[in-house]
C-alpha cells in the first residue's frame, strides 16, 4: 500500500474534522481570491478609461464625484458649467484635448451622453451596424447597451430623467443609426448622442442652430475632459480653473488613486480576516493530525515494525497535510472565482464596470504556494513525533 493510499484512508475516517479543515482553509483562500481577481480587474477597468484624460472641469463639488460622473459614469453630476467657459479653456494654449459632454438622462438605465465624435475616438469606437450620428436626436449604443436592450439600427427610444430607470420620460424620441463593437471601455454601458440632443430635449424640442447669434448664451455641458499640452499645465492649469468661482478641477490619477486607498482599507481587512482564516485551518491540520496519531501509534508502531522506515513514517504524516492543503486551495480557488463571477453578474445588472470569473491573476500562484504551505507546516510537528516513535515500547503497550 503506498503513501498516497494511506494518507486518503485516514482523512477519510476522520470525515468531520476533514471536513472543518478543508472549509476553513477554502473560506479564507477564495476570500483573497476574490479580492485579487476583483481589484485587479476593476483598476485595469478605471485605468483604460482615464487614459488620456488628465483632467475634469465641472461645477463646484467634490472631486471624487467629479471624477465618477465625468470618466467613469458611476456617480451623479456635480450640475453644469456654461459652455462658453468650457469653450475658452478648450481653445487654451495648455490644453491639447478637450471633449465637452452633456449628462442627466438615461434609458433603460443606461446613461445617455451627449459628446462629439473626438470622445468615440478617443477610445477607439468602430461601428458594428450602421452609422456615427451626423444629426441631433440620433443615437449610437454602445456595445453592452444594445445588447442588453435588444435595440436595433432604426430602433426609436424615448429617454428619462436622472439617471435612474424611474425618471420622467421626456417626449421627444431618439432614433438609433449605429452600435458600436465592443471597446472594453465606458463607452459600451453608454448611449451616444450629439451635445443638441441634449440641449434639444431640455429646451422642450426647441431646436437652435449652431453658430446663431445669442443661441449658446446659455448653454451648458457637463463636464471638459481635457489633455494637457505640456508639463507646465499640469502645474498651472488646474489652480488657474479652481479659482474660478463656479468651475471645478479634478485629476483622475489622483482622485482614482485615492478612492481605492479607501476601498483599500476595506480590502485589507477582508484579507487580514481571510488570513486568519487560514491560520485558523493551519491550526485544525495541526490538531487533527496530532490526534489522529495518538490514534494510530500502534498502527505506526506495526508498520515499523514490518520494515516501514522513520522517514517513511515522516513522509506519511506530512503528506495527509498536504492533500488537506491542496484540497483546500483548489476548493478556495474554486470559490474565490465563484465569489467575483457572483459579483460581476451583480454589477453587470446594476450596469456597472464588468468583472469576470475566467480571469486568472499571477498572484492567485503565491497564494496556492502559502496555502500549502500551511498544511506543510502544520504537519511537520506530528510528523517529527511519528518519525521518533518508540516502536517496542509502543507495541509493547499494546
Known amino acids: 500500500m503506498n503513501l498516497a493510499t494511506l494518507s486518503a484512508g485516514y482523512l477519510r475516517a476522520r470525515p468531520l474534522q476533514t471536513a472543518l479543515s478543508l472549509g476553513l482553509l477554502a473560506l479564507g483562500v477564495g476570500v483573497i481570491a476574490a479580492a485579487l481577481i476583483v481589484v485587479a480587474q476593476l483598476e485595469a477597468t478605471m485605468g483604460r478609461d482615464a487614459r488620456g484624460i488628465d483632467l475634469v472641469v465641472g461645477a463646484k463639488g467634490s472631486p471624487m464625484q467629479l471624477i465618477l460622473s465625468g470618466i467613469y459614469q458611476l456617480d451623479a453630476p456635480t450640475g453644469n458649467i456654461p459652455l462658453a467657459d468650457a469653450m475658452a479653456l478648450k481653445k487654451s494654449p495648455m490644453v491639447r484635448k478637450a471633449m465637452p459632454l452633456a449628462m442627466g438622462d438615461s434609458w433603460r ?71 458600436l463593437s465592443p471597446t472594453h471601455s465606458v463607452l459600451d454601458r453608454l448611449v451616444l448622442t450629439p451635445i443638441e440632443s441634449v440641449w434639444a430635449v431640455h429646451e422642450h424640442g426647441e431646436k437652435h442652430e449652431a453658430g446663431k447669434a445669442g443661441a449658446d448664451d446659455d448653454r451648458e455641458v457637463t463636464v471638459l475632459l481635457v489633455q494637457y ?52 485551518a493551519g491550526a485544525s491540520v495541526f490538531i487533527a493530525l496530532y490526534s489522529a496519531l495518538e490514534e494510530r501509534r500502534y498502527d505506526l508502531a506495526i508498520m515499523r515494525a514490518l520494515g516501514a522506515t522513520p522517514g517513511r513514517l515522516f513522509a506519511l504524516l506530512v503528506l495527509e497535510g498536504l492533500v488537506l492543503a491542496a484540497l483546500g486551495t483548489a476548493a478556495g480557488l474554486l470559490l474565490g472565482h465563484l465569489f467575483a463571477g457572483a459579483l460581476g453578474l451583480w454589477m453587470e445588472a446594476a450596469q456597472q464596470p464588468p468583472v469576470s470569473a475566467r480571469h486568472f491573476e499571477a498572484g492567485e500562484l503565491w497564494l496556492a504556494a502559502g496555502a500549502l504551505l500551511v498544511g506543510v507546516l502544520a504537519a511537520i510537528p506530528p510528523a517529527w513525533r511519528a518519525y521518533r516513535t518508540d516502536v517496542s515500547r509502543t507495541l509493547a503497550a499494546g
Open 109 to 179: 438605465g443606461f446613461r445617455i451622453v451627449g459628446a462629439g465624435r473626438e470622445y468615440l475616438d478617443h477610445y477607439g469606437a468602430e461601428l458594428k451596424a450602421g452609422k456615427y450620428y451626423e444629426q441631433p436626436m440620433e443615437a449610437v449604443l454602445g456595445a453592452e447597451a444594445a445588447s442588453r436592450s435588444g435595440a436595433q439600427v432604426g430602433s426609436r427610444f424615448t429617454g428619462a430623467h436622472g439617471l435612474g430607470a424611474e425618471g420622467e420620460e421626456h417626449a421627444a424620441p431618439y432614433t438609433v443609426v449605429g452600435i
Open 229 to 280: 499640452a505640456s508639463p507646465l499645465a499640469a502645474a498651472t492649469l488646474p489652480r488657474a480653473i479652481n479659482a474660478k468661482s463656479g468651475l471645478q478641477a479634478a485629476s483622475p490619477a489622483f482622485e482614482t488613486a485615492r478612492l481605492f486607498r479607501i476601498v483599500g482599507a476595506g480590502i485589507e481587512a477582508l484579507r487580514a480576516f481571510a488570513l486568519v482564516l487560514i491560520a485558523a
